[in-house]
C-alpha cells in the first residue's frame, strides 16, 4: 500500500515558479517509479512528467520539456515536481501517481499507475 499527499500548489504569476512535493507513505516507494500527471478544467488528464525508481531515468511531455524538472528524495519518501516558466496552459490539478510494479524503466500509460494522490491546484495568472 502506498499513500501520496501532494503539497506546494497556489496561484502564481506567468513567468514563475512553484515546486510541488508528493510524500509517500509505505515501503514500496523506493522501488516505484513515479508520475505527474495534471488535469486542466474541462480537460482529461494527461501525463507530465515520471522518474523511475532510482532517480536515474526521466522522462516529460514534450509541452513542458526544458521548463519543468522532477527529482526524489528516497530518505525522505518525496517526489518533487520543479516547474519554471509557467504559464497559463499550466494551470490544472496536479496528481502524483505511483507505479508499484517492480518493472524496468517508466511508463506514461495512467493506467499503469495503481497509486493517487488527491492533487494540488495550480493555477497561474496571465
Known amino acids: 500500500q502506498v499513500q501520496l499527499a501532494e503539497s506546494g500548489g497556489g496561484l502564481v504569476q506567468a513567468g514563475g515558479s512553484l515546486r510541488l512535493s508528493c510524500a509517500a507513505s509505505g515501503r514500496t516507494f523506493s522501488s516505484s517509479a513515479m508520475g505527474w500527471f495534471r488535469q486542466a478544467p474541462g480537460k482529461e488528464r494527461e501525463f507530465v512528467a515520471a522518474?523511475?525508481?532510482?532517480?536515474?531515468?526521466?522522462y516529460f511531455a514534450d509541452s513542458v520539456k526544458g521548463r519543468f524538472t522532477i527529482s526524489r528524495d528516497n530518505a525522505k519518501n518525496t517526489v518533487y515536481l520543479q516547474m519554471t516558466s509557467l504559464k497559463p496552459e499550466d494551470t490544472a490539478v496536479y496528481y502524483c501517481?505511483?507505479?508499484?510494479?517492480?518493472?524496468?524503466?517508466?511508463?506514461?500509460?495512467?493506467?499503469?499507475?495503481?497509486?493517487w494522490g488527491q492533487g494540488t491546484q495550480v493555477t497561474v495568472s496571465s
Open positions: 522518474i523511475s525508481w532510482s532517480g536515474g531515468s526521466t
Open positions: 501517481a505511483a507505479d508499484t510494479s517492480f518493472k524496468v524503466g517508466i511508463t506514461l500509460l495512467q493506467d499503469e499507475y495503481d497509486y
